[in-house]
């Protein structure tokens, strides 16, 4: 979680929220982390929860 926030607030422009909800078909705890930063290209996407990995452009 920590790393999360870390990285919203760092690539943020202005916005951050932070949701949390139950699923109750499944019964667990869902957080969203919303802000309004650049994002992640979709080619990137498959790497996302590998360890220290950034997009190329943040590096």
């Not at 979680?1 to 699923?23: C, F, K, P, Q, W």
């Amino acid at each position: 979680m920590g790393n999360l926030l870390d990285n919203a607030e760092r690539y943020a422009v202005s916005t951050i929220a932070v949701r949390l909800t139950h699923d109750t078909h499944h019964g667990v705890a869902v957080v969203d982390v919303l802000d309004d930063g650049p994002g992640i290209p979709p080619e990137d996407h498959q790497r996302i929860f590998e360890r220290f990995t950034l997009p190329p452009r943040s590096r």
